[in-house]
């Protein structure tokens, strides 16, 4: 017998196709992680005792950190425990406390007020696009977004155990990595329980503070390594419902043990009608599928209509997820049509809806699509997408992350955008401001006045996010140049913040008395650099006379 179109999950977890029954049946376990489930149900436990339990799951993409995070989730809500749970994106890392925002649901429209304050928190109106950001551009948001967030944790951990379950933590925003590093210190004796699963790469600094500062908290760290042997044999027992015969396994052992390959691999020899089963065991022709996971993904999505692969190619644009108002947006389609268009992907299991957007059901998935278009394609749509997206009124964030990725030196509309984004994120995320800054500052001819503003504007950003060397760094390497005068005072008057966060306060004051006598410093720029002087003692400089003017922001 010919087994249909098989619908296989990465890591063997949801529907697989029953040839008995001939429909969709849930797959029973997950193959080949005992130990990391046991570990998992160990750390539950112990939040339902009323203590604290962290857990990191690391491990290359497909190999089963997703199925994992799910079955963990679904035994802590079937103890009774409160469960947020949330996905970063690759294209969403640049919306400060996103990660978090989504997990703990928190809009404007939430029933739960403290959720609903915490929204209006993080929408709160960002100062306009006049002047640079300082390191006086209220300091005090970010801190009171993070505070907000693990007020929230503590009064929920009063009424019961919660388990926060945070998936693709390498693609997180770095202000909510931030808060899960304070919330992994303030945990104490609270029934919460973190689960996080990242990759190995990309590492971030931020995320290697936070790994570190969890397992300094008493985090356990999973490593999830490509199954093996019995394992495999098992996975695919269950994809095709019949015992493997040694020409299949030989065929899934290019696999090399990851889950989602095993899974896809099968897939396909599926769909191509390769497998057979006779006498309850399941073998393959001597069929020869793409060397890489890549391909063989694209011969998998290949059977479906032209029309969907063209939806699917534009959604990949938007990144793993994507709203269908979004996708209307950039494609000039409508709602009406696109649902027409992805209803056999949805049938097919390539997208999934999570009952607010539509998502590819593995990132992989996206990435193959997305990486098949030709470089300058996929430039030209994400610039064409994030015109589209800022005539439709959308965030600076989410436009300015698409011109910059369709952007070509010297484009003034991604510098602009990437600009306008930065100054808005900067009060919550200063992390994320002095990255868009550094891109927009990249795209610019380095004898552009308009670059020195963005890397006095992105020193600032480091001193507000704490990096405080590389404040210092970027301070310096502005004043080593001829730097316009009406830059440089302010460019000191940042250094001087940096030297003196570093404990060097003699260095410190030097540069902060040049900066005073500066006749081009605004009138806020002066007060910082005064009221800095005077925690180290110094006079108030006297050699400017009348009203200071008024601050830029």
């Known amino acids: 017998m010919t087994i249909p179109r098989l619908a296989a999950r990465a890591c063997s977890l949801g529907p697989q196709y029953h040839p ?9 376990r997950i193959c080949g992680r005992d130990a990391e489930i046991q570990a998992l149900g160990e750390a539950l436990g112990r939040v339902a005792a009323g203590g604290p339990a962290i857990v990191l799951v690391e491990g290359e ?23 947020a749970a949330g996905q970063a ?41 006049q002047g640079p950001i300082t390191v006086t551009s209220d300091p005090g948001l970010r801190f009171r977004a993070v505070d907000a967030f693990t007020d ?23 202000s909510s990595l931030l808060t899960l590093g304070v919330l992994g210190r303030r945990l104490d004796r609270l029934p919460v329980g973190v689960i996080g699963c990242l990759r190995p790469s990309p590492r971030t600094t931020e995320l290697d503070r936070l790994a570190a500062a969890l397992e300094a908290a008493g985090a356990r760290h999973l490593t999830l390594r490509p199954l ?43 769909q191509e009608g390769a497998i057979t089963t006779a006498g309850g065991r399941a073998e393959v022709a001597e069929t020869v599928l793409p060397p890489t996971l890549r391909l063989t993904i694209l011969r998998r999505v290949s059977f479906l209509p032209e029309t969907t692969l063209q939806a699917l190619r ?10 269908p108002t979004d996708l209307a947006t950039i494609t000039g389609r409508s709602a009406v049509d696109l649902s027409v268009m992805l209803a056999e992907a949805i049938r097919a299991r390539v997208l999934e809806d999570d009952g607010a957007r539509l998502r590819f059901r593995h990132e992989l998935i996206r990435d193959a699509i997305y990486e098949d278009l030709a470089g300058s394609v996929r430039r030209a749509l994400h610039r064409e997408a994030g015109q589209r997206l800022a005539q439709a009124g959308a965030p600076a964030l989410q436009v300015a992350e698409h011109l910059a990725r369709g952007a070509t030196p010297g484009d003034p509309e991604a510098v602009t955008w990437l ?44 001193m507000w996010a704490g990096r405080v060397a590389d404040a210092e760094t970027a301070c310096r ?35 902060l008395e040049r900066a005073c006598q500066s006749p081009l410093l605004t009138g806020a720029e002066l007060a910082e650099a005064q009221a800095l002087r005077a925690r180290e003692g110094i006079p108030r400089h006297r050699g400017r006379s009348g009203p200071a003017r008024p601050g830029r922001r």
């Not at 995070?69 to 425990?81: I, T």
């Not at 929230?152 to 770095?174: C, F, K, R, T």
């Not at 495999?232 to 994809?239: C, E, Y």
């Not at 534009?314 to 709203?323: E, H, K």
Request: charged share 20%; net charge negative; glycine share 10%.
């Open 228 to 270: 093996r042997g019995e394992a495999v044999t098992g996975l695919v027992a269950q994809a095709v419902a019949a015992e493997p015969g040694p020409r299949l396994l030989a065929e899934v052992s290019g696999a090399a043990g990851n889950p989602l390959f095993v899974t896809e691999l099968l897939g396909a020899l599926a």
């Open 419 to 462: 600009a306008r984004a930065a100054r808005q994120a900067a009060p919550r995320s200063p992390d994320v401001a002095a990255d868009l800054l550094d891109r927009a500052a990249g795209l610019m001819a380095p004898g552009d006045l308009g670059r020195d503003r963005l890397l006095a504007e992105r020193a600032s950003s480091l």
């Open 314 to 323: 534009s959604a990949s644009i938007l990144g793993s997820g994507f709203s």
């Open 20 to 28: 008995v029954m001939g429909t969709l049946a849930p797959v029973p």
């Open 477 to 511: 390497l502005l004043l080593d140049r001829d730097l316009d005068p009406s830059l440089e005072s302010a460019v000191r008057v940042c250094l001087g913040h940096a030297l003196l966060s570093a404990g060097r306060a003699r260095d410190s004051l030097c540069e």
């Open 152 to 174: 929230l944790v503590e009064e929920l951990a009063l009424a019961g155990p919660v388990v926060i379950g945070l998936d693709d933590l390498q693609w997180a925003d770095p």
């Open 61 to 83: 993409a497909g190999i089963g950190k997703t199925c994992l995070l799910a079955q963990a989730l679904e035994d802590a809500r079937g103890r009774g425990m409160q469960v």
């Open 89 to 129: 994106e690759e294209l969403e890392r640049t919306r400060p406390f996103g990660l978090l925002a989504a997990a703990f649901g928190c809009i404007r429209s939430a029933p739960d007020p403290r959720r609903a304050a915490i929204a209006r928190l993080l929408a709160a109106p960002a100062a306009g696009d």
